[in-house]
Antibody
Framework: QVQLVESGGGVVQPGGSLRLSCAAS????????MHWVRQAPGKGLEWVTV????????YYADSVKGRFSISRDNPKNTLYLQMNSLRAEDTAVYYC??????????????WGQGVLVTVSS | DIVMTQSPDSLAVSPGERATINCKSS????????????LAWYQQKPGQPPKLLIY???TRESGVPDRFSGSGSGTDFTLTISSLQAEDVAVYYC??????????FGGGTKVEIK
């Protein structure tokens, strides 16, 4: 069965950096676009970024553009999110999600359990 | 970006009764060339990640009970739970993928048991 397992969350000071990982299994990872979606405590869902199946196309929400970077290692079946210049408003649970397709992003068919990132001094 | 507005923010429904959730997009998400509405619905139970319920506005994901149905076109959409069960207590979100890659979600609707 499809599994997406996030790791790398924790507490970081404002201005700091963190790298999240998402280990995928149960499907052909290299055939699908992948997303990061976040959810601030008690709030709704916010799409953050998507990467195409081969990593050639990457897109970001305006709120994280220039600070976050998505990447993938297809032989290792792993998705990454490098987060720099973190702000208090980046505090959220970050979900890794698999897209329906392979390109720029449609809907999210499978989701991981999420990992909490807290930005606080 | 396309703004997705859901209503109501919350609703309480008696078991076995119908629950109706609305979602309105700031511009049409109907793609004229294929006549498809680029809209999905998700269910998020407390402490869990979201789960895909419906895509293309009305196609149920495999394994989703048939009491869940999606309807609408253009800018106005509805998720209906025909006979609410206790396990349907959750927050429901709509999401447009018309303006991919700039994907946007609605603010969510909390469904509770009356």
């Amino acid at each position: 069965q499809v599994q997406l397992v996030e790791s790398g969350g924790g507490v970081v000071q404002p201005g700091g950096s963190l790298r999240l990982s998402c280990a995928a299994s149960g499907f052909s990872f290299s055939n699908y676009a992948m997303h990061w979606v976040r959810q601030a405590p008690g709030k709704g869902l916010e799409w953050v970024t998507v990467i195409s199946k081969d990593g050639s196309n990457k897109y970001y929400a305006d709120s994280v553009k220039g600070r976050f970077s998505i990447s993938r290692d297809n032989p290792k079946n792993t998705l990454y999110l490098q987060m720099n210049s973190l702000r208090a408003e980046d505090t959220a649970v970050y979900y890794c999600a698999r897209d329906y397709g392979y390109a720029t992003g449609t809907y999210m068919v499978y989701w991981g359990q999420g990992v909490l990132v807290t930005v606080s001094s | 970006d396309i703004v997705m507005t859901q209503s109501p923010d919350s609703l309480a429904v008696s078991p076995g009764e119908r629950a109706t959730i609305n979602c309105k997009s700031s511009q049409s998400v109907l793609y004229s060339s294929n006549k498809k509405n680029y809209l999905a619905w998700y269910q998020q139970k407390p402490g869990q990640p979201p789960k895909l319920l419906i895509y293309w506005a009305s196609t149920r994901e495999s394994g989703v009970p048939d009491r869940f149905s999606g309807s609408g076109s253009g800018t106005d959409f509805t998720l209906t739970i025909s006979s609410l069960q206790a396990e349907d207590v959750a927050v429901y979100y709509c999401q447009q993928y018309y303006s991919t890659p700039a994907l946007t979600f609605g603010g969510g609707t909390k469904v509770e048991i009356k």
